[in-house]
């Protein structure tokens, strides 16, 4: 089994920055993806960004593709997203996820075969 904590949300003006992570414990292999999503009011999951564990495989939502950076941080078992430029659409509560298929990242843009999931942190941008 896989936990995963996430924390780092809060309140921030438009324009503003924050740093989301995600601690994993438990059983955690460096071949695993892992991603960020993120569910506003009343609407669906939706993927935000992903990475492998090991080498460099990055995949970016585009509409947060140049403002937010996924990275890891592999002996602290800890995986950050840097949300830079912040939108009042950019409001959700983010939650975290551990994928243990071989999928390539780029593929790894869908909440169904993601293993492991976070409790989630509130994001609220205000304008």
């Known amino acids: 089994q896989v936990q995963l904590v996430e924390s780092g949300g809060g309140l921030v003006q438009a324009g503003g920055s924050l740093r989301l992570s995600c601690a994993a414990s438990?059983?955690?292999?460096?071949?695993?993806?892992m991603g960020w999503f993120r569910q506003a009011p009343g609407k669906e999951r939706e993927f935000v960004a992903a990475i492998r564990l090991s080498g460099s495989s990055t995949k970016y939502a585009d509409s947060v593709k140049g403002r937010f950076t996924i990275s890891r941080d592999n002996p602290k078992n800890t995986v950050y997203l840097q949300m830079n430029s912040l939108k009042p659409e950019d409001t959700a509560i983010y939650f975290c996820a551990a994928d243990r298929s071989p999928r390539a990242v780029v593929s790894a843009t869908t909440a169904i075969g993601y293993d492991y999931w976070g409790q989630g942190t509130q994001v609220t941008v205000s304008s």
């Open positions: 438990g059983r955690t292999f460096s071949n695993y993806i």
